[in-house]
């Protein structure tokens, strides 16, 4: 027996066929968004971004798989931070990460809803991000690693490879919330080396040139580069000008020494961000940033550039050269 169809019955089953499957996929939850929030440029971070997408990779997501991130940087430039952070906000993402110190606080200022993964090298309940490593409470939480304890080390190991260099100068971010404890140990360690330590400041790229103009003035024989986010975003910049200016100088981070500093020696971000990309993805799958305890990676490396090092007319210790995790020619 055959069965005619007529027209009108036809376009009815065409148009269940061809609406059946978009209405499926309008019940296919939309893919989660991560803002990723930073006061530095995505060049100088590459490694940790490589470190943060294994993390993230751990807890079974990979981006543009089952996650998207759309990326706001602040080319060093941290007066776009809060307009940055609000336009995350304003995109109701599902979290916010990868913030340095700078960022996760323009954040905070931004949201108590939005989670929040920093990664900094600073005691997050010092600068009031949460209430205690433990518990954080609110809706931040995140890893940190050694960095602004370290100052006094630093001064200690530029010390071990210019003794002759009775005069040391300090490089702070006025603007820093914690630049007055950072100075206060470094003074307390200048003391104990038996060294005359110069405070300079800097919180613009302008501040720059000035700063190691004023090195030969106070006849500063080294630089000693505190850890502030500012200066991690200008970590080439920094190492060329103490090129430029003969300066031997030690910062916080493989970076610098990467770009012909001298030395470099903090703590390790690649494993924070690492860390950060686990939290981001416990918090995708359904945990609470309040009960997610501040992780402390306690891993730190020393990186010496002997390139430098020669260009400088400075011969480095055997015994400091052995114990350097990383030793650049």
Do not use: C
């Amino acid at each position: 027996m055959t069965v005619t169809i007529g027209r009108r019955e036809l376009l009815a089953a065409l148009g269940t066929a061809v609406a059946w499957p978009l209405a499926v996929r309008a019940q296919q939850p939309a893919m989660p968004v991560i803002g990723f929030l930073n006061t530095a440029s995505p060049g100088a971070y590459a490694a940790r971004l490589r470190a943060f997408h294994q993390g993230l990779s751990e807890t079974g997501y990979a981006d543009g798989r089952n996650v998207a991130i759309a990326y706001r940087w602040a080319e060093g430039q941290s007066e776009r931070l809060p307009e940055l952070a609000a336009d995350l906000v304003a995109q109701r993402v599902n979290v916010i990460t990868g913030a340095n110190i700078a960022a996760a606080l323009a954040a905070k200022a931004m949201t108590t809803t939005i989670p929040i993964v920093f990664a900094i090298s600073v005691d997050p309940v010092e600068v009031g991000l949460v209430a205690s490593l433990n518990r954080p409470g609110g809706n931040i939480t995140g890893a940190t690693t050694l960095g602004a304890e370290l100052g006094p080390k630093r001064l200690e190991l530029l010390h071990e490879v210019i003794p002759a260099a009775s005069n040391v100068a300090f490089l702070v971010n006025p603007t820093a919330p914690i630049a007055e404890s950072l100075t206060r140990d470094m003074q307390e360690g200048a003391r104990a080396l038996g060294l005359q330590l110069y405070v300079l400041h800097a919180s613009t790229e302008h501040d720059f040139d000035t700063v190691f103009a004023t090195l030969a003035g106070v006849n500063a024989g080294a630089l000693v580069i505190s850890t502030d986010p500012f200066f991690n975003s200008q970590s080439e910049r920094l190492a060329h000008l103490a090129s430029r200016h003969a300066v031997p100088a030690i910062f916080s981070y493989r970076e610098f020494a990467a770009a012909g500093g001298l030395m470099s020696y903090g703590g390790s971000f690649t494993e924070a961000y690492r860390l950060a990309g686990i939290y981001t993805g416990r918090i995708l799958n359904g945990e609470k940033a309040a009960d997610l305890p501040v992780q402390q990676s306690t891993k730190v490396e020393l990186i010496l550039n002997l390139k430098t090092a020669r260009a400088l007319g400075i011969t480095v210790p055997l015994p400091l050269s052995g114990r350097a995790d990383e030793v650049l020619e």
